[in-house]
């Protein structure tokens, strides 16, 4: 997961304290660039990509988001943003005004091809200083729409216990490691009983289930960037194609092929 990026971007929007320009927006194509520093800003903000892959990183959470997903990040929620290779974003800010019925967590979710197509036509208004009432009447809808999201299971939790944080950079140094929690436990100068318990008590989940995930959500990473399944599989260090692509159906209800088709 390490990648030398080349640009910083600074976006000033999520500051702006403006109840009469409830959402603003921001629309690039970038490649190999982050956001200048991990920060948080008063507006929530909508995170979405037309092309490419995201990883976007609070802190307790990772998202790699692909083009059939997106990111809510709530007021005021430090976040840090990624972009590897090329990447076409689009994201909103929305005052704090409109926030009472949009979700107050931050999570990462299957956009609607409805809310993409309102995110496109509110990007499509510029940010004027005023609206007309045409396109106020679609920032509603577009509110609306942003009150109805639901989480996706597509997160790797994260822990600032130390012991825990040494492992997961292990982990995310070596997606393609078969090492068992025993090898990880000696790593963190722990029993491996205790390691298992810190992962379910810190992460919710097992260390077996959590070095799952981080492998099929890289997978969704190597898919956006076109990779072969053949090629993910072996990086990802599955045995073979077919275990790789049976253990991603049995987590996503997709596989791997179907997974990215609109």
């Known amino acids: 997961m390490n990648i030398d990026y080349k640009t910083n971007i600074k976006i000033d929007y999520g500051f702006e304290v403006n109840p009469l320009r409830t959402v603003t927006t921001y629309s690039e194509d970038i490649q190999n660039a982050k956001c200048a520093n991990s920060h948080a800003h008063p507006r929530a903000q909508l995170i979405s990509c037309n092309a490419g892959v995201m990883e976007v990183v609070t802190k307790n959470n990772i998202w790699i988001v692909n083009s059939l997903q997106s990111v809510w990040i709530a007021s005021n929620e430090e976040h840090q943003v990624y972009f590897p290779n090329n990447v076409k974003v689009v994201t909103a800010f929305i005052d704090e005004s409109k926030l009472n019925d949009l979700p107050k967590d931050s999570f990462a979710f299957e956009s609607s091809n409805f809310l993409n197509s309102l995110l496109e036509k509110v990007t ?13 009447r679609i920032i509603e809808v577009f509110l609306d729409e942003l009150s109805n999201i639901k989480p996706s299971t597509t997160f ?3 822990s600032q216990d130390k012991r825990v944080k040494l492992v997961l950079c292990a982990l995310m140094d070596d997606l393609s490691s078969k090492h068992t929690v025993s090898y990880y436990a000696n790593k963190s100068f722990v029993s491996p009983r205790t390691l298992s318990r810190l992962f379910n ?12 995930r981080l492998k099929l959500i890289e997978a969704i990473k190597q898919l956006g960037e076109k990779k072969s399944i053949k090629e993910i599989a072996f990086n990802l260090g599955y045995e073979n194609v077919s275990s790789f692509i049976v253990t991603f159906k049995k987590h996503f209800g997709k596989t791997p092929t179907n997974y990215l088709s609109k």
């Not at 008590?201 to 799952?212: I, R």
């Open 124 to 136: 499509s208004f510029f940010n004027p200083n005023t609206y007309t009432q045409q396109q106020n």
């Open 201 to 212: 008590k810190e992460l919710g989940m097992s260390f077996g289930d959590w070095k799952t």
């Open 156 to 158: 790797l939790p994260t």
